[in-house]
């Protein structure tokens, strides 16, 4: 298993939202969020996973619980299971997010 | 529970690398490893526990199951459960490092 070059596995989709598989172990999974302006993910919840979210560029509205954070690079949200969360890009430039999910969902 | 500025929480050592925690779940850890040039993470394994390396800053050496990697910003390498790893930087640049570790350590 040799290294992964994360940025360049971002694409962007004119349609909505890109999710792209990063890697996954049995415990835990690595995803990329490639959100474009005016994109975003339904806020939803997750009864037996915890997510973490790390904005690698661009920034976005994140919420978790009811409360809603403006992210920027650099900056982390925890979104635990039984919480219901989202995210949505109110542009003008691209989010890029890296997301951790434990367990992953297929587990 | 609000954003997390995480590339604030960088604290470095002049004695040894630094391991910053920046998030914790149930299931998953989020830490921020802050390696000053000269320093490292001697190899280790971990029976029942992943880990996911993601390069913030900076560069490093790092190795998973004999082979041994250099990762710059924005690459990643994953570590399974039962497989040695460890970490070096041998500068002349600060190294940080994003760890997902699954599941935390206490658990």
């Known amino acids: ?50 997510k973490i979210y790390y904005v690698l560029e661009g920034a976005g509205r994140f919420s978790s619980g ?11 949200l925890v979104a635990p299971a039984g919480v219901e969360h989202g995210l949505d890009n109110p542009g003008p430039d691209r989010l890029l997010v890296l997301v951790v999910v434990a367990p992953p969902p297929s587990h």
């Open 1 to 50: 298993m040799g290294k992964i070059r994360v940025r360049d596995l971002a694409t962007f989709s004119p349609d909505r939202m890109a999710k792209v598989a990063v890697a996954s172990t049995p415990r835990v999974q690595l995803d990329l969020y490639c959100v474009g302006p005016g994109q975003s993910q339904k806020a939803h919840t997750h009864a037996d996973l915890d």
């Open 66 to 76: 009811g409360a809603t954070e403006t992210l920027g690079a650099g900056e982390a």
